[in-house]
T-cell receptor, first 114, second 112 residues
Framework: DGGITQSPKYLFRKEGQNVTLSCEQN?????MYWYRQDPGQGLRLIYY???????QKGDIAEGYSVSREKKESFPLTVTSAQKNPTAFYLC?????????????FGQGTRLTVV | EDQVTQSPEALRLQEGESSSLNCSYT??????LFWYRQDPGKGPEFLFT???AGEEKEKERLKATLTKKESFLHITAPKPEDSATYLC?????????????FGAGTRLAVHP
């Protein structure tokens, strides 16, 4: 089945640790995105990539890093520099790079700092 | 400033009681408005894309409409399985790049 797979579903991070969230898609989509969702707020863009080996910062990139070595994969690392990482993280992808087509989302990773 | 505002924040309906959700936006040069449904603990599920004022789209009990300043998601004779958070997003060129700007969503609860 085609789709976007995020793993793990739940992730716990200790203070000072880096953690990596996985996002894989087999839709042959060009563009991939990472969003953060907090209660009562809209989704906020962290990073996006429109092509392999290229990515751009979104509105809230500080404390996060990404890579795009393969078209299918766009992992997000939450570094120790991110002071408030507890949130629901969503990965999305879309065909082409035009913004007037819909994005499709994975099922999310809930990250909690312990 | 580009902005998307959804109202109400939460809506409680009885089964069969029709209503509408609102998404108002201020963006320069709208290129697309998107509606998504999100169930608790899940990723958003795409529903509709609207491109120009006057456009309408329907899917089962849902109908989305678009004007120059806002979009409505009409829910006709809702059922309990329609309970979810409904998200609205618009495409905008902001901060130096193209991006989707999301509203905070409307939490819909439909009771039998």
């Amino acid at each position: 089945d085609g789709g976007i797979t995020q793993s793990p579903k739940y992730l716990f991070r200790k203070e000072g640790q880096n953690v990596t969230l996985s996002c894989e898609q087999n839709l042959n989509h060009d563009a991939m995105y990472w969003y953060r969702q907090d209660p009562g707020q809209g989704l906020r863009l962290i990073y996006y990539s429109q092509i392999v080996n290229d990515f751009q910062k979104g509105d809230i990139a500080e404390g996060y890093s990404v890579s795009r070595e393969k078209k299918e994969s766009f992992p997000l690392t939450v570094t120790s520099a991110q002071k408030n990482p507890t949130a629901f993280y969503l990965c999305a992808s879309k065909f082409g790079t035009s913004m007037n087509t819909e994005a499709f989302f994975g099922q999310g990773t809930r990250l909690t700092v312990v | 400033e580009d902005q998307v505002t959804q109202s109400p924040e939460a809506l409680r309906l009885q089964e069969g009681e029709s209503s509408s959700l609102n998404c108002s936006y201020t963006v320069s040069g709208l290129r697309g408005l998107f509606w998504y449904r999100q169930d608790p603990g899940k990723g958003p599920e795409f529903l509709f894309t609207l491109y120009s004022a006057g456009e309408e789209k329907e899917k089962e009990r849902l109908k989305a409409t678009l004007t120059k300043k806002e979009s409505f998601l009409h829910i006709t004779a809702p059922k309990p399985e329609d309970s979810a958070t409904y998200l609205c997003a618009v495409h905008a060129f902001s901060g130096g790049y193209n991006k989707l700007i999301f509203g905070a969503g409307t939490r819909l609860a439909v009771h039998p």
